[in-house]
């Protein structure tokens, strides 16, 4: 398996530009960077992306349900189209409600999953304390964000974009580096 992967890694590295990833890896830290600085301006950028996600989603679930085409029925094609394009039209209005409606679907997803979390480790036989412990500190952290006034919303929003965004360009400066260490 090693040697499969050595393989394909080497090929990679001779066709392909290890510099592109090299700057794609840098560019990104750089952007997780400025996010975890600005958090008003990622909360800003996060809500006008969720808007036109949103009017996107809508234009197409118009189209599927004009066209008879959907997958769905006609008028619910059009119906979900319809909200689609009205929800897009409100965030892109006002970008940081749909940034803090973000934060509020994380923080309903840490409670239910902490909820899922502590009743396995009551029914379960193995790892039930950690379980437990795991499934109390997810519906806390969930419980504070949905809570959370939008300074803090905004703040924790651009931890976890900022976070992401630096190790996916750290990934990929070691990985473009590696692929130019094979490739001489």
């Not at 989603?57 to 094609?77: E, M, Y």
């Not at 319809?82 to 923080?107: E, K, Q």
Request: charged residues 10%; contains cysteine.
């Amino acid at each position: 398996m090693a040697a499969k992967n050595w393989n394909l890694e080497r090929g990679l590295a001779q066709g392909t530009g290890w510099g592109w990833i090299l700057a794609y890896g840098i560019l990104l830290a750089i952007v997780g960077i400025v996010a975890l600085l600005e958090p008003l301006a990622t909360g800003l950028a996060t809500g006008l992306f969720i808007g036109f996600v949103l009017l996107s989603g809508g234009v197409l679930g118009l189209a599927a349900g004009f066209s008879g085409k959907g997958w769905r029925s006609r008028w619910l094609d059009i119906v979900l189209g319809l909200l689609s394009l009205a929800l897009g039209l409100l965030v892109l209005w006002h970008p940081f409600a749909g940034a803090f409606s973000l934060v509020w679907f994380i923080a309903v997803w840490l409670i239910v999953g902490g909820a899922l979390e502590i009743s396995t480790g009551l029914g379960g036989a193995h790892h039930r304390g950690w379980l437990v412990f795991l499934g109390l500190i997810d519906i806390a952290l969930g419980v504070i964000l949905f809570f959370a006034g939008p300074a803090s919303a905004l703040i924790f929003l651009a931890f976890i974009i900022g976070t992401s965004f630096i190790f996916r360009g750290v990934f990929l400066c070691i990985f473009a580096l590696r692929l130019r260490k094979l490739a001489d």
